[in-house]
């Protein structure tokens, strides 16, 4: 069965690879009839062999593979089919405009890009099928996980309801209380009817009890992880004599990685001031001319050691959003936000001014986000842990910001935000800072929260 499994899978990677070797087809049919032609008549002395035609083509399918690994391209059965098409749009794109670049630095002029476009759309046209293909292939051979969610004393519909969205990868088809009895609900686990089991906030020696009793019966388990278990994620293995031990340091970067961290941040921030002033401009005007209200509008966030600094933004709300001196989060429909604000706020751009808040120190690319004093304290009366993610420099964008919403409980932002800190690494930067372009074009990433998360916080 699990050799069965695992044959299954690796066809489903191949699958996704192949979809990328067609598409590097198509860049080198375009390279080949329309751009070598181009550089050998007006570069002269150009003059590609075989294998220089070779490494042009290897040079695009290595690009392309790692934006599409890094972007999700390739997660065909893990994300929804929308979800993995428009990150292989973004891969395309992102390539592409690489290697338009790369084909005019060889000519020593901008050649045209007509032809990089047709090409893009031709392999857009092309992923959108491959998509739907993989797709209905993937779940003719893995039909849903029928799931027993085993669960404690809290509620689950929120989290019953995000499995409902997936019908394709997940059915729960039972739940069950813990309280029932582990051996009640070992001998539901194993009566057949399930091919995973959810093991779901549930007291820690039930869930080792239950976890090793599925795992030695090979039997998948998807289990919520609590504070402790992202901390240990991050902890070293090290050997005291014979005998293997978890290390977690008391501080959350070393030195060089402080040092590499804040040389990417002054680097990347001086390149974007310089690309994005023109719309920051624009965006100054339009705002003035909206209500003839200040363009900016500085707030007391909370970085590093719950040190206070003055965050920077363009407002996207009426200048008397808060006359009452309440802090409040956006809501959905949010009656505070103004047109342009609503604009800016869809696309991020009253987040540029922050670029100012790095250059300045107070705040890294890539970290938790900043949060107001006193809405921290109001996480902390609920969640003592959430003083945990100000063991880094506050962030532009982050970890929770790429892989959660903006509307993400306040709980799941802070296991999000701790295993960036806990795993943290220069790639990592990298990556979610390539991430992060991707979110940007995603309207769910900049939702309001539900009302009752904003009454629940106060």
């Given at each position: 069965m699990k050799k069965l499994e695992s044959l299954k899978r690796?066809?489903?990677?191949?699958l996704s690879v192949i979809g990328v070797i067609i598409d590097t087809v198509f860049y080198a049919y375009f390279w080949i009839e329309y751009y070598y032609p181009i550089l050998a008549r007006r570069a002269r002395g150009l003059n590609f062999y075989f294998r220089g035609h070779v490494l042009v083509i290897l040079i695009y399918l290595v690009l392309i593979l790692f934006c599409m690994s890094?972007?999700?391209?390739?997660k065909v059965g893990y994300l929804k089919p929308g979800?993995?098409?428009f990150s292989q749009i973004f891969g395309i794109i992102s390539v592409n405009i690489i290697s338009y670049f790369q084909i005019s630095l060889m000519g020593n002029w901008l050649v045209p890009i007509r032809y990089m476009v047709v090409c893009a759309m031709v392999q857009i046209v092309f992923s959108g099928l491959w998509v739907v293909l993989c797709n209905w292939f993937y779940h003719r051979v893995f039909p849903p996980r029928q799931l027993l969610f085993v669960h404690g004393d809290r509620s689950i519909d929120d989290i019953l309801f995000k499995f409902s969205t997936r019908p394709d990868k997940y059915l729960v088809r039972d739940t069950i209380n813990v309280s029932e009895g582990i051996e009640q609900i070992e001998k539901a686990g194993m009566s057949g009817l399930y091919t995973g089991v959810v093991l779901w906030d549930i007291p820690t020696p039930a869930r080792n009890k239950l976890l090793k009793f599925f795992y030695s019966r090979n039997m998948r388990v998807y289990m919520m992880p609590k504070i402790p278990d992202v901390l240990i994620q991050g902890a070293d293995s090290i050997h005291?004599?014979?005998?293997?031990?978890?290390?977690?340091?008391?501080?959350?970067?070393?030195?060089g990685q402080r040092f590499a961290k804040r040389t990417l941040d002054i680097v990347c921030a001086l390149i974007l001031v310089v690309v994005s002033s023109p719309?920051?401009?624009v965006t100054a005007i339009c705002i003035r001319l909206n209500d003839h209200g200040p363009v900016l509008y500085s707030q007391i966030r909370c970085t590093r050691d719950r040190r206070e600094f003055r965050i920077l933004k363009f407002?996207?709300?009426r200048v008397d959003a808060e006359k009452d001196g309440v802090a409040r989060l956006a809501s959905k429909n949010d009656d505070?936000?103004?047109?342009v604000g609503k604009f800016i706020r869809k696309v991020r751009i009253d987040e540029l001014p922050q670029l100012f808040n790095i250059l300045k120190g107070d705040m890294s690319f890539i970290g938790p986000r900043p949060e107001r004093p006193e809405i921290i304290e109001q996480y902390m009366n609920e969640m003592p842990e959430f003083a945990y993610r100000m063991r880094v420099k506050a962030g532009l964008a982050g970890y929770a910001q790429v892989y959660g919403k903006y509307n993400t409980t306040p709980y799941d932002k802070l296991k999000l935000d701790l295993i960036y800190i806990e795993n943290y690494s220069f790639w990592m930067d990298i990556k979610l800072m390539l991430l992060t372009l991707k979110i940007l074009l995603k309207p769910e990433?900049?939702?309001g929260v539900d009302s009752d998360q904003t009454t629940a916080l106060k």
């Open positions: 690796i066809i489903i990677l191949q890094t972007f999700g391209g390739l979800d993995i098409f005291l004599f014979d005998t293997p031990i978890m290390l977690t340091r008391e501080y959350a970067l070393t030195a719309i920051m401009l407002r996207s709300m505070r936000i103004t047109p990433s900049t939702e």
